[in-house]
């Protein structure tokens, strides 16, 4: 019997953000998410003025040149007022939290303003079985989801999709 997860309650709403890089200096350059009930947003990040690291093998794997969140990315400002009106009050969930934490606090820091919501790591969503299973899952999934590029939006519904993925196979054994 499968877990009734039509509720949008008990489906987390998670979060990614792609970055310049993976060190003291990088930044987010695109934020995505998905909530509970499947709704979806995306948006890349202009870099603010004193965000000037880059790291190629960033962009190898996101695949976002600088001068693409250069040019199309939205102001901070914006970004944050955005991220805070779509998810005022609600708690997202993050695969790569220590990472997504810190680049969200650059962003609300450059933005001058405190996020209305919370980042918590996925793992807090997870029984320890599921945990073990998690990566094995997320790869047949992404499998599935025959994924063309590597972007946040898409990694959030990825996440969101194992979760689901975990707790079905949970509810049939």
Not at 11 to 32: N, T, W
Not at 61 to 71: Q, Y
């Amino acid at each position: 019997m499968a877990l009734p997860l039509a509720d949008a309650d008990t489906i987390p709403a998670c979060l990614d953000m792609e970055a310049s890089g993976f060190g003291r200096e990088s930044y987010p350059i695109e934020v995505g998410f998905v909530l509970g009930d499947g709704r979806t947003y995306c948006t890349l990040i202009h870099p603010a003025p004193d965000w000037t690291h880059w790291d190629p093998a960033a962009e190898r794997l996101h695949g976002i040149p600088r001068d693409t969140a250069v040019r199309h990315g939205r102001d901070v400002h914006i970004v944050a007022t955005e991220l805070n009106r779509r998810l005022q009050g609600l708690t997202l969930y993050s695969d790569g939290w220590a990472h997504d934490y810190s680049w969200l606090g650059r962003l609300y820091d450059a933005a001058g303003t405190s996020p209305t919501f919370r980042l918590d790591s996925l793992r807090a969503r997870l029984a320890d079985r599921e945990a073990d299973r998690w990566h094995i899952v997320k790869q047949q999934v992404a499998g599935e989801m025959n994924l063309a590029r590597h972007r946040a939006s898409t990694d959030a519904k990825l996440l969101q999709l194992t979760w689901l993925r975990l707790h079905e196979t949970q509810a049939t054994t």
